[in-house]
């Protein structure tokens, strides 16, 4: 049985990569649910969308970069900016202390799984079940009494992040 895979194929395990259903991707090619079922089985295809998966996450991954560092900077310019008054210097400076711990951990959380989940070869769908979790928990955040607290935030973005210690371990 060849494993190299056609143009289709990569099509097919790219859209799989980035979390479509593969009764989605039949219908988008034009194709039975079984081919692509067959097509899940070819080492070459399973990598395809293995890298898929991985290029989604490390995109994230940069964006959060991206978005801390526009914040840093943004804080900086707060910081030297002479019309601010130092007590709202200071409660910009103990707000961001507050915060900056559960933001750097969830994130190096989430790039220490992205390392992990690369280096497994069974990853497909633990990623994108892991990722939809925590896409899906973050979305439905919402307040438990009209105001979500500094650390009310934190615990649930620690609960969301260690979804992926209930992953099962290869």
Do not use: C
Not at 104 to 130: F, G, H, P, Q
Not at 131 to 149: A, C, N, Q
Not at 153 to 160: A, F, K, S
């Amino acid at each position: 049985m060849s494993t190299t895979i056609n143009k289709r194929q990569l099509i097919a395990a790219e859209l799989l990569g980035v979390g479509h259903r593969p009764s989605d991707v039949a219908k988008k090619l034009a194709l039975r649910r079984e081919t692509i079922s067959r097509w899940q089985v070819n080492p070459d295809f399973i990598l395809a969308k293995e890298k898929a998966y991985l290029e989604v996450l490390s995109n994230i991954i940069k964006e959060s970069t991206l978005l801390t560092n526009k914040a840093h900077q943004a804080l900086l310019e707060a910081f030297e900016d002479q019309e601010i008054s130092k007590v709202a210097k200071a409660t910009i400076g103990i707000r961001y202390l507050t915060l900056v711990g559960a933001q750097s951990t969830a994130y190096e959380k989430s790039n220490s799984k992205y390392i992990e989940l690369s280096k497994r070869t069974d990853n497909n769908e633990v990623v994108a079940k892991w990722f939809v979790d925590v896409l899906d928990g973050i979305r439905d955040l919402k307040p438990s009494r009209g105001e979500i607290t500094d650390d009310e935030l934190r615990n649930r973005v620690y609960e969301l992040i260690n979804l992926s210690n209930n992953m099962p371990k290869h």
